[in-house]
């Protein structure tokens, strides 16, 4: 213990009446096929200082294999393997979920993410997926899922192919992250 009177060296110390500032931490748990839902999840990440998570799901579909195999898939909700297996989110206070759209539903990759999250319950949630037209369900899909498993939602975007390079979109997107980590 510092005497009386002496300046601690501890990061932790503080004077009294000196502002105390807690910096939110955000991790950013996300599927792409393409490259489009990553160049998302890298820009807010970036802007951000939010830690990325990939997910990789283990089919290693083709482009054809995408469509034939991987969106029957999403339209049934089912789950992929994927690695990592298991996503603890537990040192982050936000956690930030992004999908491509296939077949109007979260990949089953994402659907996986979901279910590999560990420490999750009490956290806050933003979601977004990327598409070429329509999102059908998708974003409620991956509310709803991260609401089950105990995160409390604060918001969702969508982009679609024409929008990946809309620097207003992003932003707004960047800007609902900061708020919900703030």
Do not use: Q
Request: aromatic share 6%; proline share 6%.
């Amino acid at each position: 213990m510092a005497p009386s009177g002496s300046r601690s060296n501890s990061p932790h110390s503080f004077s009294p009446g000196a502002p105390i500032l807690f910096l939110m931490s955000v991790c950013i748990v996300y599927h792409s096929e393409t490259g489009n839902t990553r160049k998302v999840a890298e820009a807010v990440a970036k802007a951000t200082g939010a830690v990325l998570i990939p997910v990789r799901d283990t089919a290693n579909y083709s482009k054809i294999g995408r469509y034939l195999s991987g969106a029957p898939k999403a339209r049934k909700g089912e789950k992929a393997v994927i690695e990592p297996a298991t996503i603890d989110v537990s040192p982050y206070d936000l956690v930030v979920l992004g999908t491509p759209v296939w077949a109007w539903k979260p990949t089953p990759g994402a659907n996986a993410a979901v279910a590999a999250l560990t420490g999750c319950e009490g956290k806050k949630g933003i979601v977004f997926a990327t598409c070429g037209g329509k999102a059908g369900d998708t974003l409620r899909i991956l509310e709803d899922a991260l609401s089950a498993r105990g995160v409390r939602e604060e918001g969702s975007f969508l982009f679609t192919k024409r929008e990946l390079g809309d620097a207003g979109k992003i932003g707004g997107f960047i800007d609902a992250v900061k708020k919900a980590s703030g």
